[in-house]
């Protein structure tokens, strides 16, 4: 089970962070994705985070502004979101599955948490 919080509304360049919270003792062997779906658009590969933290995945929207981090003896990832934008806004997923080489991410379809809204306004 994945379970999440954070999220909000925050002004243009604020930040917010999420975090995604895992039970079931295989939070240490599983990849963390975080997908985010806006209204009317496909849900989408954010940023994933490979089993030893390192390398991870970014989508080029959001390199330099985003970061995710892992506490396995918490079985929690965070993501900071740093200089929010409007385009940000979405129900933000997290996921658990499986990050090669830090660039392709499997999602395991049935592992995801139930969704947080983040709202950014301009």
């Known amino acids: 089970e994945l379970v999440q919080s954070g999220g909000g509304s925050v002004q243009e360049g604020g930040s917010l962070r999420l975090s995604c919270a895992a039970s079931?003792?295989?939070?240490?062997?599983?990849?963390i994705g975080w997908y985010r779906q806006a209204p009317g658009k496909q849900r989408e590969l954010v940023v994933a985070?490979?089993?030893?933290?390192?390398?991870?995945y970014y989508v080029d929207s959001v390199k330099g502004r985003f970061t995710v981090s892992r506490d396995n003896a918490k079985e929690t990832v965070y993501l900071q979101m740093n200089n929010l934008k409007p385009e940000d806004t979405a129900v933000y997923y997290c996921?658990?599955?499986?990050?090669?080489?830090?660039?392709?991410?499997?999602?395991?379809?049935?592992?995801w948490g139930p969704g947080t809204q983040v709202a950014v306004s301009s």
């Open positions: 996921n658990r599955g499986n990050l090669v080489r830090g660039s392709t991410y499997y999602p395991e379809l049935g592992f």
């Open positions: 079931g003792g295989t939070f240490t062997r599983n990849a």
């Open positions: 985070i490979s089993v030893a933290g390192t390398p991870n």
